[in-house]
């Protein structure tokens, strides 16, 4: 378990970069033929994801929401998209895989992903009494104090 650091912090990261949210949500339990397989590939493809080189994916880290949520973070959308479009690595078989399943049942499960390109300092975040979680995880902690010790300040001091 990672250790919980008992002041309140903010995360900041230089430049910009990408929040990429991605989910599923089972609509009819009993398929477990449609979803079982997707609830496997997630785990396996953030494992490929940690494994390669950060500097040639762009691929900061990851927060889970449990099984059907991830939280990601990326550099650019260049970098996202050249991932998920890359035949050398597990997204795109496992895309394929899925349409294929689904073809004719697309509602037994559902899939969606939310992008949001963030500009350098157009961000504020805080954790207080948490281990690093989310931005926290992959872009640096420091202190809440000071100027940066509410939301309006934490966005004024990363413009």
Not at 9 to 21: K, N, P, R, S, Y
Not at 107 to 134: K, Q
């Amino acid at each position: 378990m990672a250790k919980i650091i008992n002041e309140r912090m903010t995360a900041q990261i230089e430049g910009d970069f990408v929040v990429f949210l991605i989910g599923l949500k089972v609509n009819v339990w009993w398929k477990i033929h449609k979803w079982l397989p997707l609830l496997k590939t997630m785990p396996a493809m953030l494992k490929e994801l940690d494994a390669l080189p950060a500097q040639e994916t762009g691929f900061l880290g990851y927060t889970s929401g449990g099984a059907v949520l991830s939280v990601q973070y990326w550099r650019s959308f260049a970098h996202l998209e050249a991932y998920a479009k890359s035949q050398e690595h597990a997204h795109f078989p496992v895309w394929r895989a899925f349409n294929k399943r689904m073809k004719h049942s697309r509602g037994d499960v559902g899939i969606w992903h939310e992008t949001y390109l963030v500009r350098a300092g157009e961000y504020e975040n805080v954790y207080s009494g948490m281990p690093p979680h989310g931005l926290g995880r992959v872009a640096d902690l420091v202190t809440a104090e000071g100027a940066r010790s509410d939301a309006r300040g934490r966005l004024k001091d990363n413009a």
